[in-house]
């Protein structure tokens, strides 16, 4: 049961109704006008991660500890696949990450100016959607939707879930054949780099990979219970009931050495809920 901080929230919102008839994907064919307006409860959480970090794993225990995804968990979990990735906030973060790219100079057809103004617009409707369908929110590059969040009025907490990179690199080199590990170090790099930065500001916590792995480990619990008010227990139960991978080893040496700074910024403060900042708090005051 997720508490109600609507008192720290964007209060007086009426709540959107969901268009049925709508494909929830597709921002297109939506009608309501309440579309993007916070609800009375405004407070979305985000799993921030690059992926293969045990996010999936994270995404389904928080859904049987009462975590709206807007999809239903797996009653199996599949270690080798991503899940708990709504439709809608995978357009959203695909065309931020297109105006992200553009914006730096790659991946334009035309004109960069139209086609970023194009896809801004793009991500915006979808998110718009994917923030009324969902309280949690779960796919790559996050990163660069929780400020969009926010503008939009609603409350971002943020989940940072992370791995070594070195220990991280074989599964998503295996799994993303078309990118080379040079350039997903430079993705670690700047999702969490971001992500500290966002964690900072709006507050939450990590949760590492090993953590979820290791039975006697219950701090990434007492942290997400107290970002999120889900209940603790039902944490640790569904954590003891899907696990099937293994722990990484605690002993790679180190090769990308920005990667791995971030990676101990994150380790620093494991466990630990991370208030929000002053800025924030009085903005929702």
Request: charge should be positive; proline fraction near 6%.
């Amino acid at each position: 049961m997720i508490r109600d901080r609507s008192k720290i929230g964007a209060v007086g919102y009426a709540s959107p109704q969901m268009n049925t008839k709508s494909d929830p994907t597709n921002p297109d064919l939506v009608t309501s006008p309440n579309i993007g307006r916070p609800p009375s409860d405004p407070n979305r959480y985000f799993i921030v991660t690059l992926g293969r970090s045990g996010s999936s794993l994270l995404g389904a225990i928080l859904a049987d500890a009462g975590a709206a995804f807007g999809v239903s968990p797996p009653a199996v979990w599949d270690p080798r696949s991503g899940q708990m990735e709504g439709g809608a906030i995978k357009q959203a973060a695909h065309h931020y990450r297109r105006a992200y790219d553009i914006a730096h100079g790659r991946k334009y057809v035309l004109s960069p100016a139209i086609e970023s103004k194009y896809r801004l617009h793009r991500a915006r409707r979808y998110l718009k959607r994917a923030l009324r369908m969902s309280q949690f929110l779960k796919i790559g590059d996050l990163d660069l939707v929780v400020q969009p969040s926010f503008k939009l009025g609603y409350r971002p907490w943020v989940i940072l879930s992370y791995r070594q990179l070195e220990l991280n690199l074989p599964s998503l080199l295996v799994g993303r054949t078309h990118i080379g590990p040079d350039q997903l170090a430079r993705e670690y790099v700047r999702i969490y780099r971001q992500g500290l930065m966002l964690l900072r500001t709006f507050g939450g916590c990590t949760v590492a990979y090993n953590e979820l792995q290791d039975t006697h480990a219950s701090g990434w619990a007492d942290a997400i219970a107290r970002t999120t008010d889900l209940n603790k227990q039902r944490l640790l139960d569904s954590r003891h009931q899907r696990l099937q991978a293994v722990a990484d080893p605690t002993d790679v040496q180190p090769i990308y050495a920005e990667a791995y700074a971030l990676y101990e910024a994150m380790q620093l403060i494991s466990g630990q809920f991370v208030e929000p900042s002053r800025q924030v708090v009085r903005a929702f005051a």
